[in-house]
């Protein structure tokens, strides 16, 4: 082993490997800065015969959507032993998997989207699809498993939504489709059991999708802190502190939620939150008077197996 050394788990082979190795390589000069020797492993092939080779004090795992943040990538670490960065096995399998997730804050009484499942038959069509009646036009439709806001469509009508539908058929077998709810989009951010911030975005697209995330030319405003009452403030803040305990979650989670009628509505809770230039979590934590680098290194010192 060599003292003080670190792996940066980045790249992979999700939809969102482009974001990875932008959160990784921003750690890894983050943590360079903090003293630590840092390795950065691209998480495909026999990614994992490398990290045995270099035995490092912990893994930063900065890896983003399917097999990074799901669970997958985590039993792997947890079978070498080695300690890691953020939530668990568990916990990210549930945080990722966006109906199992409701179900927990459902009975933790956090409110959420009214939604339904569409899953595919034997035929490969998804089935159910008439129970859209139940809920009203605009519809939000989603992967129940993906991150970055990949594969989410806004339906205004019964067109759009077959439409969007087709799209998403041939890269999964499971669709959300929620209720779409109008308002603030109001996130949050928690920091081991401290809720460090809630910041409000004001997106100049339909919404803040992968484009208006990673991209500065979206031009999305961020309001820091969250233009509402102290109040409000205080109740988004106790949501998101209570989201990241129901999930069992460790380390830094981002919980996304819209404020409209003076109700919180939770839409998920990102356990392992991008860490660029242009994220939240990074941001909220500067004006609670915490560094980028210190952030990183305190996601370092927080490493564990069995999360």
Known sequence: MVKNLIVVLLGGISGERKIS???????????????????????????????????PKAIFNALHGRYGEDGFVQAILESIKIPYTHSGVLSSSLAMD????????????????????????????????????NIKF???????????????????????FNKNIKRLKNNYNKILVEEYIPGKEIQAAVMGNKALGAIELIPKRKFYDYTAKYSAKAKTK?????????KKYNEVLMLAKKAHKSLGCKGITR??????????????????????????????AKYSGISFEDLVAWIVKDASNNR
Do not use: W
């Open 21 to 55: 190795f932008l959160t990784g390589r921003s750690c890894t000069k983050a943590l360079r800065k903090k003293g630590y020797k840092v390795k950065e492993i691209d998480a495909k092939g026999h990614f994992v015969k490398k990290i045995r080779k270099l035995n």
């Open 98 to 133: 966006k109906v199992a997730s409701r179900i927990i804050f459902k009975r933790k009484k956090i409110k959420v989207p009214r939604y339904f499942l569409l899953k595919k038959d034997n035929s490969g069509n998804f089935k159910k699809k008439n129970r859209i009646k």
């Open 138 to 160: 605009p519809i939000v439709i989603k992967p129940v498993n993906e991150g970055s806001s990949l594969g989410v469509y806004i339906c205004k009508n019964r067109f759009e």
């Open 222 to 230: 961020h309001v820091m802190p969250a233009e509402i009452s102290r």
């Open 255 to 284: 919980s996304d939620f819209r404020f409209y009628k003076n109700k919180f509505y939770l839409l998920e809770t990102n356990t392992q939150p991008g860490m660029t230039k242009l994220s939240l979590v990074p941001e909220i």
